[in-house]
């Protein structure tokens, strides 16, 4: 089991960006491949972003390619989504996500998540 604790969150105005982190511990961060999910009020928690083990892969949701990037630190247990140009239906709970999974696997569904942080605000105003 690993704990995770999201930070980063905040009020932003439309175009602006914020930077989350994810800082894990408890057992070897590169074990795991790691995850954003997002959840807006009233609606379904959705994935956002995911990065292999190592970093070297990523995948992202149709709509937030081009405007997120993730990126993760394993000397420092940490993983990132810097997101850009943010839009007011980016508003929603951001939550990290650890996956114990093979090398190279980007998982994208809820149910392949073993364990969460418990999330940050990210609201953007218009």
């Known amino acids: 089991q690993v704990q995770l604790v999201e930070s980063g969150g905040g009020l932003v105005q439309a175009g602006g960006s914020l930077r989350l982190s994810c800082v894990a511990s408890?057992?070897?961060?590169?074990?795991?491949?790691m995850g954003w999910f997002r959840q807006a009020p009233g609606k379904e928690r959705e994935f956002v972003a995911t990065?292999?083990?190592?970093?070297?892969?990523?995948y992202f949701a149709g709509s937030v390619k081009g405007r997120f990037t993730i990126s993760r630190d394993n000397a420092k247990s940490t993983v990132y989504l810097q997101m850009n140009s943010l839009k007011p239906e980016d508003t929603a709970i951001y939550y990290c996500?650890?996956?114990?999974?093979?090398?190279?696997?980007?998982?994208?569904?809820?149910?392949?998540?073993?364990?969460w942080g418990q999330g940050t605000q990210v609201t953007v105003s218009s």
């Open positions: 990065m292999s083990r190592r970093g070297g892969i990523t």
């Open positions: 408890g057992r070897p961060f590169g074990s795991y491949a």
């Open positions: 996500a650890a996956a114990s999974t093979s090398l190279l696997s980007t998982p994208t569904g809820e149910n392949e998540y073993g364990d």
